[in-house]
T-cell receptor
């Protein structure tokens, strides 16, 4: 257990539905990352927060994806109008300056 | 960030040293070599990193060649719990203005057997 928690751990949804995932980072970590991992591939960067500011977004983050970190603590990642191609593991990581990234256990999304 | 090349899979007998190679021939002077691993159904876990000197911690040793074009991660006494995918990542750590995001490849799947 790294201290980064994610909820839920598994989510099954039907195509077209909206889903929201939550990440709780290690409490003193002001930097938070979201990654997506599909089967057989390494994680791919989606977005980065420093405190509550979203400072970088990947081109993978389409208009249907939105991430927030309203008070600089927990973060949410929402996917609207899910598609089968959104099926993946969504990973959250956090760090503070001078440390490495600590990853949570991930949320596995299955879109049917 | 420079690209890395790793073998897709390796086997190692329990108790023996596991030596995982990584090529990063386009690495630049301010880029570090990082190693993470991912045990099945878990998030990636940081192992070790280095710039040009060899590094050792409680988990592993990292040997970087003098020209820095390749490196080897060594798990000195592999156990079944070391079975995982190991990722070698090259990252520029000097620019604190960027996200310092990690760019993962497909890694090496290490299978430790009895």
């Amino acid at each position: 257990d790294t201290g980064v928690s994610q909820d839920p751990r598994h989510k099954i949804t039907k195509r077209g539905q909206n889903v929201t995932f939550r990440c709780d980072p290690i409490s003193e970590h002001n930097r938070l990352y979201w990654y997506r991992q599909t089967l057989g591939q390494g994680p791919e960067f989606l977005t980065y927060f420093q405190n509550e500011a979203q400072l970088e977004k990947s081109r993978l983050l389409s208009d249907r994806f939105s991430a927030e970190r309203p008070k600089g603590s927990f973060s949410t990642l929402e996917i609207q109008r899910t598609e089968q191609g959104d099926s993946a593991m969504y990973l959250c990581a956090s760090r503070r300056q001078g440390t490495e990234q600590y990853f949570g256990p991930g949320t596995r999304l299955t879109v049917t | 960030d420079a690209k890395t090349t790793q073998p897709p899979s390796m086997d190692c007998a329990e108790g023996r040293a596991a030596n995982l190679p990584c090529n990063h021939s386009t690495i630049s002077g301010n880029e570090y070599v990082y190693w993470y691993r991912q045990i099945h159904s878990q998030g990636p876990q940081y192992i070790i990193h280095g710039l040009k000197n060899n590094e050792t911690n409680e988990m592993a040793s990292l040997i970087i060649t003098e020209d820095r074009k390749s490196s080897t991660l060594i798990l000195p006494h592999a156990t079944l719990r070391d079975t995982a995918v190991y990722y070698c990542i090259v990252r520029d750590s000097t620019n604190t203005g960027t996200a310092s995001k990690l760019t993962f490849g497909t890694g090496t799947r290490l299978q430790v057997t009895l």
